[in-house]
């Protein structure tokens, strides 16, 4: 048994979310391997969350680090994906020999209308790219765009997936993970509830 759609869970630090995600068949656990963020998961609590897990691909998510801290990062993480926001490099982590996932953030009228010619960039630059709004104003339209698109990447949707009741439709979907209360202890919340939901019958 498995989920309808494609799904990543992104900034998982523990491995209660990791083995239960991994247990519900998700395709993609991010973790926060960027050294500028507070948030960031060392080498060794890394290995010690991925040894316990199968059958699942690893993507390392960095918000602010440069191409060089990228490059040398992943020396010594196990990463199937690197995953960056910043459009400006690219093309210069693409040279870096690991599939490539971009975030996106559409958040104006502005951004969306620079949506189509974005994707269009990065056709063939990316595998895959996460969607994220703030702005449920734009959501209806982020939707449309979404399955009117037909190119080569995978349009992950990172937003509003916490009340829409119908993610089976999309190409995929991204969820977040949260801190565990203690170790072992977790509240799967609403990240139990979307997974459940999608779960093949």
Not at 34 to 50: C, G, K, L, R
Not at 161 to 166: A, H, R
Not at 169 to 180: D, S, V, Y
Not at 189 to 197: A, H, P, R, Y
Request: charged share 25%; aromatic share 8%; with cysteine.
């Amino acid at each position: 048994m498995g989920l309808k759609t494609f799904v990543k869970i992104s900034n998982i630090s523990n491995l209660s979310d990791a083995r239960y995600c991994a247990g519900m068949m998700v395709d993609v656990m991010g973790f926060n391997i960027d050294p500028t963020s507070d948030s960031f998961i060392s080498e060794s609590d890394f290995s010690e969350i991925t040894e316990w897990v199968a059958g699942v691909s690893f993507a390392g998510e960095f918000h602010n680090a440069d191409v060089d801290q990228i490059r040398d990062i992943i020396k010594n993480y196990r990463v199937d994906y690197i995953e960056i926001s910043n459009l400006d490099i690219v093309e210069k982590i693409g040279l870096l020999n690991k599939p490539l996932i971009v975030r996106l953030t559409i958040d104006s009228e502005a951004k969306l209308n620079e949506l189509k010619s974005t994707l269009s960039y990065l056709d063939e630059l990316a595998k895959m790219v996460i969607i994220k709004s703030d702005n449920p104003e734009i959501y209806n339209q982020l939707d449309a765009q979404i399955g009117y698109y037909n190119g080569n990447l995978k349009l992950l949707k990172g937003y509003s997936v916490l009340t829409n009741e119908n993610l089976g439709k999309f190409p995929g979907i991204e969820l977040e993970a949260t801190e565990e209360e203690r170790p072992g202890f977790k509240d799967y919340g609403q990240i139990m509830d979307v997974l459940e939901s999608l779960e093949e019958d």
